[in-house]
């Protein structure tokens, strides 16, 4: 079937992605689906090139999704002149040189987090974009889902009042077992010096920042568990990062808080949830039950005064594309949708999304604040912190 006479043509973003493991994948299976469930406008979105260090993992990306050209070199995609936006999904250490590769080329950026190493790197990250004048995104995916969009309207429109407390949480258990092997998540060099603080407890600060606000001061400690694993040789090496952290914390507009994650939190999966205290009423929200969000309200009659479950609906953002009905619940990969529908929106409109570069950099400036604290046993600001 032709188009219609003078019907315009969908507009293409070409993304060149870097990175073919499975989280390269999920940014695939997400810009196939945007279109499915948004539709065409204001554009599409298509992986044009692949790049990875094993060739043969880039090919079998290329196949599986149709991508004309792969490389083991990123420098390819950064250099071809038909690439609106790079993806990067590697490994931590290499983000920064990518992506102000990328930014110095012209591209928009699409991140994984967290977004660097350093808040150094992250801060120089952002900078250039914004002086470069391109548009970039970070990973934050959670923030995606329908109903963190709704506990933002009801925080924003006033309903729970003066928002003075947050409380987080995000563990899961992988990694308790001391079978469990030495892997780039445990090496300094490629992960950071932020372990599960890095990994994990950036998606806590993630919502607290899109939720509640700017963190300005912390005092945390870290914790490792096993201090030597066997890597995929049976070679026994030392982990270089925490398993477990925790931190005390203060916001900018003076609410309080006390955020954790670990990857030894036994008998937990993916317990990422918050809890969020004001004067008027209180939200309550745990991921592994990710379409539901627990909400109290102080005007309730005091006979029925507790938290109220609301599910999933179409009348909180974004979730009218997916189900027309209350209760359908939608997975980790629908919120990856959903962010390749930010990205799309922020390259067609050229305005930036909450999770940008910026917001990267202050969440990963607070990490290293608590590594600061942690070492140095004391309350440590974010002014400290990359000046």
């Known amino acids: 079937m032709c188009l219609p006479p003078g019907e315009a043509k969908v ?11 499975w989280m390269g994948r999920a940014h695939a299976a997400a810009f196939e689906g ?67 590769a990328a930014i110095a080329a012209g591209k928009h950026v699409y991140c994984e987090k967290p977004m660097a190493n350093t808040a150094r790197e992250a801060r120089a990250m952002h900078e250039a974009a914004r002086d470069a004048g391109v548009v970039t995104l970070v990973g934050f995916n959670y923030l995606c889902s329908p109903i963190q969009a709704y506990a933002r309207q009801l925080i924003e429109t006033g309903e729970l009042g003066e928002i003075f407390h947050f409380r987080g949480t995000f563990d899961n258990d992988y990694m308790v077992e001391e079978s469990f092997p030495f892997t780039w998540r445990t090496d300094a060099q490629a992960a950071g010096r932020a372990g599960a603080l890095g990994d994990m407890a950036s998606h806590v600060l993630s919502l607290a920042h899109y939720l509640v606000g700017e963190v300005t001061e ?5 914790q490792i568990l096993h201090a030597r694993r066997r890597d995929a040789k049976g070679n026994e090496r030392t982990v270089e990062n925490d398993d477990l952290a925790h931190f005390l914390c203060r916001f900018r507009n003076g609410a309080s808080g006390y955020l954790e994650a670990s990857r030894i939190g036994t008998g ?9 205290q004001g004067t008027k009423g209180a939200l309550l929200f745990d991921q592994e039950r990710m379409n539901e ?33 209350q209760g359908n619940p939608l997975g980790y990969n629908d919120l990856k949708i959903i962010e390749a529908r930010r990205l799309i929106e922020a390259v067609a409109s050229g305005k930036p999304w909450v999770a940008d570069f910026e917001f990267g950099y202050v969440v990963d ?23």
Do not use: M
């Open 11 to 21: 507009t293409v973003i070409k993304v060149g992605l870097i990175g073919a493991g």
């Open 34 to 100: 945007v279109t499915r469930i948004f539709g065409t406008g204001p554009a599409t979105l298509k992986i044009v090139a692949v790049a990875d260090v094993s060739e043969e993992a880039a090919k079998d990306f290329a196949q599986r999704f149709g991508v004309g050209s792969f490389t083991t070199s990123w420098r390819d995609i950064i250099n071809d002149p038909d690439i609106d936006v790079v993806d990067i999904t590697t490994p931590n250490d290499v983000h920064s040189e990518i992506a102000l």
């Open 268 to 276: 937990r999966k993916l317990y990422l949830s918050y809890e969020i």
């Open 218 to 222: 912390v005092c945390g400690a870290r």
């Open 293 to 325: 969000l627990n909400l109290y309200r102080v005007s309730d009659k005091p006979a029925e005064r507790g938290y109220k479950r609301i599910l999933a609906a179409p009348q909180h953002p974004d979730y009218a594309a997916f189900f027309g009905l």
């Open 365 to 387: 400036r607070v990490v290293e604040a608590v590594l600061v604290s942690a070492e140095e046993h004391r309350w440590v600001t974010t002014e400290e912190i990359a000046r």
